[in-house]
């Protein structure tokens, strides 16, 4: 339960990572190693260098403006979490990473860290495919961001080269009359989910008129059911008051395995029961926020309180 | 060819103490090997037992999950620190005590550790938030009952003398 030996290497910019990224073959990036470590321990991984951003205080930012939350990739969990403007800016943020481990693994782990490790059984990557987020990967030939639809590749296999470093994510902003939530089932509180679902909903219409607002768009992005996050488009069957339809459209479209942990049917059935659920909570929220848009659209944005955490 | 050794400093429990390690040593090794500070226990080494708990900078980690090296001209906390000047038991210390909060006490350190960092941020938590404060270690003689109970006892001796919440 020992690492074998490596290379160590600290630098203290982004340059110097890319630089040695592109010196050593064979080389991981260590952020808060809270995956890695493991792997590392248990022999699962041996790379010939480590590259640890520990030092580099310029990736240690969380960054919020109107048009959503930049990440670097140093920022813990916890920082993330803890940070007023970007739970304000995109909520979905604060309630995933309160479901990310426990909070001692928050305060080392960090956000962008767990996206890279595209672990498909993770909440961050699904937040990130559901939102629509990219990641900025540098290497010394430049800089170049990914879509999230385009980055996760496989289980624990992202579209970063080995010579890029992820130094930044970003979410977009929570749309106007839209509503975010995320639901899963473990076995333990702070366990990998069985099944997870994050879900959005946008609304449309005046909510006045008969017929009041309907939905615009329903989303959801599934962790801990494939090789990576499976993002689906419930919008043609969602009913609000009554997801049915758009619990059986989901259960009917992921294909889940069995492991020790839950039999393929049982995680197909979990997924019609969150899909529901996190649907509900997402649409009650969208109403809210509709609410809050015909009847308080005198309260001002606070859209200007883009601040530096880092 | 002889592996690298890197030559480090850290400040554990005030005092501090200069390293030669290799990069892959682990924190808790370093501090159980290297600095005989066998107070932090090392159960499960991949990070979900919580008993190799210690404060780096204040804030809770798995000093299994975390190179030396990497936390080099860091301030590390561990059970040791935990005791007062005159060696008297600190305030959680004295309520797992007052609370019989452990059996074998294997488990104890990273408990300790923990909760003296979650009673800084939280200093009155209800039961549910003791139970989130401890959801990341585990005991695997008590129950959890009187461990909840000493987080609230701990809270209660925190506060000043006399003091109500």
Redo the contacts between chains.
């Keep these: ?8 290497v ?1 630098p203290r910019t982004v340059q110097e990572a890319v630089d040695a990224l592109t010196e050593h073959a064979d080389a991981k990036v ?1 952020a808060g ?2 995956s890695l ?2 792997l ?3 022999r699962l991984a041996s790379p010939a260098t ?1 590259v ?1 951003l ?1 030092r580099i205080e310029e990736l240690a930012y969380v960054r919020t403006d109107h048009a959503g939350v930049r990440i670097g990739a140093l920022a813990r969990h ?1 920082q993330v979490q803890r940070d007023d403007a970007a739970a304000s800016r995109q909520p979905l943020l604060r309630r995933a990473l309160a479901l990310v ?5 928050r ?2 782990g960090t956000t962008v860290g767990s996206i890279a490790h595209a672990d498909p059984a993770a909440e961050m990557p699904a937040v990130l495919a559901l939102l629509g987020g990219t990641v900025t990967a540098r290497s010394t030939g430049g800089e170049r961001d990914i879509a999230a639809a385009d980055f996760f590749v496989g289980p624990l296999e992202s579209a970063l080269r080995p010579d890029e470093l992820a130094t930044e994510a970003w979410v977009p902003a929570l749309p106007s009359r839209s509503g975010v939530a995320i639901r899963e089932l473990s076995r333990r ?2 366990d990998y989910a069985l099944v997870g679902v994050a879900a959005m909903i946008t609304l449309q219409g005046d909510g006045l008129t008969a017929g009041g607002a309907t939905v615009a768009s329903a989303r959801a992005a599934y962790f801990s059911i494939g090789d990576t996050p499976v993002v689906l488009d419930l919008t043609d069957a969602a009913e609000p008051g009554d997801w049915t339809a758009a619990a059986e459209r989901a259960t009917a479209a992921v294909e889940p395995e069995s492991d020790i942990h839950a039999s393929a049917d049982y995680r197909r059935h979990l997924v019609g029961v969150l899909t529901r659920q996190a649907l509900a909570a997402a649409h009650d929220e969208a109403k809210l926020s509709g609410t809050h848009r015909l009847w308080a659209q005198h309260v001002p944005d606070n859209s200007e309180d883009a601040g530096d955490h880092g | 060819m002889a ?2 050794r ?1 030559q480090i400093r850290l400040r554990v429990n005030g005092a501090a103490y200069d390293v030669d390690v ?3 040593r ?1 924190l808790s ?1 370093v501090l159980r090997h290297d600095l005989e500070l066998t107070g932090t226990h090392v159960g499960c ?3 979900v037992c ?1 008993a190799c ?1 210690v404060l ?1 900078d204040g ?4 000093s ?4 030396a ?3 080099d001209g860091q301030e590390i906390t561990t059970v040791e620190g935990l005791t007062g000047a005159d060696g008297e038991l600190g305030p959680v210390q004295q309520a797992f005590k007052d609370c019989h909060g452990l059996q074998c006490g294997f488990c104890t350190p990273g408990f300790l550790t ?1 909760i003296t960092a ?1 009673l800084r941020d939280n200093p009155e938590p209800t039961r549910d938030e003791a139970r ?2 401890i ?2 270690n585990l005991c695997r003689c008590t129950g959890y009952q009187n461990i909840v109970s000493a987080v609230l006892r701990a809270a209660e001796l925190s506060r000043p003398e006399g003091g109500t919440p």
């Design positions: 339960m020992k690492p074998a030996p490596f290379e160590y600290r260590l190693g809270q470590i493991p590392l321990s248990m480590l640890d520990n916890a481990a426990h909070p001692t693994i305060n080392r509180h702070g | 592996e690298p890197h290799p990069a892959r682990l090794d080494e991949h990070g919580g708990t780096l804030d809770p980690v798995r299994c999950l975390t190179l090296v990497s936390v923990t979650g989130e404060m959801g990341g």
